[in-house]
């Protein structure tokens, strides 16, 4: 796009200063537009998967159903809990929105089209998707009421234990990659599969380490059947508690952005990315952002039917899963495929 | 070497975000005032609880679990830390640089074991 | 020009929110300035080209040693009033401590600079390997010529963990209600459950 601004008589400077920006609207509006679809898109499924028939009044089927919730949040009234650390209570969904927008930055929409191809994007999305945990502890802190406060803690150590797997599963992926830059992930998945097949996820090594991903990822973004902070049952709304108008729906923009942002890393880190599922040449003259897209919407789908379909974890089997399960597998898949690919010579001149 | 123009965006996004959510939060509550449904009341601005007064500060001890969990968790993910270098790296260190990981690993899996053993990863 | 000022900006705001740490009344504050400082370092890190020691300085800092912070903070609920009354008394003491650690490191500094302390020299910084990224070039020194302290930082975390279990875990196995996965899915019907055909009037005997 520099060039573009370029070749209309401007400075180099100024136009690269116009063309991030522009592509960081780029990323950042649609986003916004593509969850207030997903919302739609869950409710939808959810409402099938029930036998009703979800939001279809607002516009033609409901389409516009998020929009008109956005309005009538964003017209509401803000309410500061009086007991409430004020500053740090609006804060918190700031922060919430900053840090699930800020992960797409690095995300690669095709072999060019990457806002900060950086040599460590793998590691940036995790160091930011650590930073959420920030906006949930400082929601239910400030807030001074019960069930927030419960509920931050809550999410608290159900995050970090799933980062700890999440950290293990990347480590797998990136033996085989031999590199944490996004494109480069994707591209070492070229043919992967017999020649043929661009994925990791037809390799039998890495295989369960997708399907423990697919699950981690379930649980860092707090999705069912791991909604414990936000279980109403026993926690009101929990860290949302005490939340009205915009601030509150900050907090759902940003679940979704992240769950969202889930998505895309299952379908860069397992599914090839912005490649065709197939390495055949016809199919490179679809736009990989179309593929990409159709992959997360994929997973989005997968997401949806399993909130709509499996009970609530308890608080007890989720940490077991975390810590007792997923935790020694992982560990034990970065032997095997560290001592698999050493031992076929997949780094030629090391052995 | 590093190419810090690909940082530049990130810090570029950084300020957009930081922007944008602070005007969704503030925006609102302007309107909110402008508009007219801006009505605090003393009922509306307690905090919530089942229908009466709080019996207690809200911000109670909790359970030391939580630090386990979060101890626990720095540990392996230092871990996680030096094995992201090690997975780029292992066609220079070779079977070196395999060896001594598998060893840390091994040292690592007693601590594991350990803290499985004496049911420090049991949440009751 | 954008480096220099991205410099200043982020030491800036490392050293204010230092400072806050210090300066904030209420200990969750002053943690949340801390993870504001940690933040800008990483910032900081990125500028000297030190990428990946950037991303591990969120990832552990920011993402873990500042959640237990934040939990012990939280956990121990401190008083702040009472915490306050000490300050005066114990004021002069901290004066004192920080008097001594400035005395030290002004000496140390101005030693080093005379060049008059030959204690031990620097092995020649080694060149980074051509054509690799940084990380690359932390792992290929790390694990083999460094290979040695890197088990000992094993050793280390290892202690760490028994170190914290000791002093934290309370054996509860006895009391609590546990649930056993494998023997909840190992149960069959035949366990539970028996077929009878009583005789009308009689009822079944258990």
């Known amino acids: 796009m520099t060039e573009f601004f370029v070749s209309l008589g401007m400075a180099y400077g100024a136009a690269w200063f116009l063309a991030t920006v522009l592509g960081i609207l780029l990323i950042a509006l649609p986003l916004m537009l593509a969850v207030a679809m997903v919302i739609y898109v869950d409710r939808k499924v959810w409402a099938a998967v029930a036998l009703r028939r979800g ?42 929105f900053t840090v699930a927008l800020l992960g797409w930055a690095v995300v690669p929409f095709g072999p060019e089209a990457v806002l900060a191809d950086i040599n460590v994007g793998l590691l940036y999305i995790l ?3 650590s930073l959420g945990v920030y906006g949930v502890v400082i929601a239910g ?66 295989f369960p380490l997708f399907v423990m991903f697919l699950i981690s990822a379930l649980a860092e973004t707090a999705r069912a059947p791991f909604d414990l902070t936000e279980a109403e049952s026993e926690l009101v709304a929990g860290y949302q508690t005490e939340y009205s108008s915009m601030s509150f729906a900050l907090f759902w923009l940003g679940e979704y952005a992240n769950v969202l942002l889930m998505c895309a890393l299952l379908a860069i880190l397992f599914f090839g990315g912005w490649l065709p599922p197939v390495d055949w040449a016809p199919l490179y003259l679809v736009p990989g952002w179309i593929w990409l897209f159709a992959k997360i919407f994929f997973f989005f789908f997968v997401f949806s039917l399993i909130k709509a379909t499996v009970p609530r974890f308890r608080y007890d089997q989720l940490m077991r899963l975390g810590w007792k399960v997923f935790l020694p597998l992982s560990l034990f898949f970065i032997v095997i495929n560290s001592g698999w690919l050493m031992a076929t010579g997949h780094f030629g001149a090391g052995s | 070497m590093v190419d810090l123009s690909q940082y530049l965006p990130i810090l570029i996004f950084l300020v957009i975000a930081l922007g ?58 230092l871990e996680a830390a030096f094995l992201f270098p090690w997975a780029v790296s292992l066609g220079v260190t070779g079977w070196v640089g395999w060896t001594g990981m598998m060893i840390f690993l091994g040292i690592l899996a007693i601590g594991l074991a350990y803290e499985w053993k004496i049911g420090a990863l049991d949440w009751d | 020009m954008i480096q220099l000022f991205a410099f200043y900006m982020f030491a800036t705001i490392v050293i204010l929110a230092a400072v806050m740490v210090i300066l904030a009344r209420n200990p969750v504050h002053s943690v949340l300035w801390l993870i504001l400082a940690f933040f800008n370092a990483a910032g900081l890190m990125v500028l000297v080209g030190a990428e ?41 003491l901290g004066f004192a401590v920080a008097l001594v650690l400035l005395a030290e490191m002004v ?58 279990i000791v002093l934290t875990h309370r054996d509860r196995r006895g009391s609590a209600a546990r649930q056993d996965i494998a023997r909840q899915i190992g149960r069959k019907p035949v366990d539970a459950t028996v077929m009878t055909r009583p005789k009308v009037g009689e009822g079944v005997e258990l």
């Open chain 1, 55 to 96: 939001p279809n009044v607002v516009g033609p089927f409901g389409l516009l159903q998020s929009f008109a919730d956005g309005l009538k949040v964003f017209l509401q009234e803000t309410i500061v809990p009086s007991a409430a650390n004020r500053g740090l209570f609006l804060i918190a969904p700031i922060i919430t």
């Open chain 3, 52 to 92: 990946f020691v950037a991303v591990l300085l969120v990832i552990v800092y920011v993402g873990a040693v500042a959640v237990l912070f934040l939990f012990v903070v939280m956990m121990l609920d401190i008083d702040v009033a009472s915490m306050r009354a000490g300050f005066v008394r114990n004021a002069p």
């Open chain 1, 141 to 206: 802190w400030a807030s001074n009421s019960k069930y927030p406060f419960f509920s931050a803690l809550r999410a608290a150590a159900q995050m970090i234990s799933y980062e700890v797997s999440i950290g293990f599963i990347i480590v797998c992926v990136i033996l085989w990659a031999g590199t944490f830059n996004m494109n480069g992930i994707i591209a070492a998945q070229q043919g992967h599969g017999l020649g043929v097949i661009n994925a990791f996820v037809v390799n039998p090594l890495l």
């Open chain 1, 127 to 129: 160091a930011v998707s």
């Open chain 2, 20 to 77: 944008l959510s602070t005007l969704f939060v503030f925006l609102p509550m302007a309107t909110a005032r402008l508009t007219g449904v801006y009505n605090p009341t003393a009922e509306k601005l307690s905090e919530y609880e089942c229908g009466f007064p709080a019996f207690e500060d809200a911000r109670s001890q909790f359970d030391v679990k939580f630090y386990l969990v979060a101890i626990s968790f720095i540990i392996f993910d």
């Open chain 3, 107 to 164: 000496l140390g500094f101005g030693a080093y600079r005379a060049g008059g302390l030959a204690l031990g020299t620097p092995a020649a910084p080694s060149q980074a390997l051509p054509g690799l990224s940084n990380i690359q070039n932390v792992g290929a020194l790390l694990y083999t010529r460094y290979v040695f302290l890197f088990e000992m930082a094993g050793l280390i975390l290892l202690v760490a963990m028994i170190g914290a």
